[in-house]
């Protein structure tokens, strides 16, 4: 195996389903890198996980609330962004949390599971309580809760708080 195809394997382990699962239950914003389709959706983006399953292609796949960044479709204008997006696990070639969690649904999230998905790994939980600490989910208290209305500004924070981090996987 080649050192590329070894690292890139290396570095898409970090999409593993146990850190997505995870950041899913803790409601955690993520910060990825994803290899979309061109034009426009190769890049970063900064989204709110919330369903992991499977396609109907047999992809593993999860669905997000995608504040802004690269996105063939946003590009090409046939979905604007904020809005969900059907993330392949395996084309996300890195991703980091952002330091914020979210509480709340955005509009037309689906509490039973994805109609786009045949299997259901897990799906967020919205009771409108937060995870107890030291609980599976439970958020260190350092972490602040994601704007309900997220502002250009604070999304531009984020981005530019990771930017050199993911400068290393653009071509």
Not at 145 to 150: D, F, L, R
Request: glycine share 10%.
């Amino acid at each position: 195996m080649k050192l590329t195809e070894a690292l890139k394997y290396l570095i898409t382990e970090s999409a593993s389903y146990q850190t997505v699962s995870d950041a899913i239950k803790g409601r955690q914003v993520l910060v990825i890198y994803y290899d979309g389709d061109e034009p426009g959706g190769k890049g970063m983006r900064v989204i709110e996980p919330v369903c992991l399953g499977e396609t109907k292609a047999g992809n593993m796949a999860l669905r997000a609330w995608d504040y802004e960044g690269a996105s063939h479709t946003a590009y090409i204008g046939k979905q604007p962004l904020p809005g969900w997006r059907l993330f392949r696990l395996d084309k996300i070639i890195s991703l980091t949390l952002a330091g914020y969690v979210f509480n709340e649904p955005r509009p037309g999230y689906n509490f039973s599971g994805d109609k786009s998905m045949t299997k259901i790994y897990i799906n967020a939980k919205f009771d409108g309580v937060k995870p107890p600490e030291g609980e599976v989910g439970a958020q260190p208290q350092a972490q602040p809760e994601a704007p309900k209305q997220p502002t250009t500004s604070w999304i531009n924070k984020i981005k530019d708080k990771f930017t050199n981090f993911f400068s290393k996987f653009k071509k």
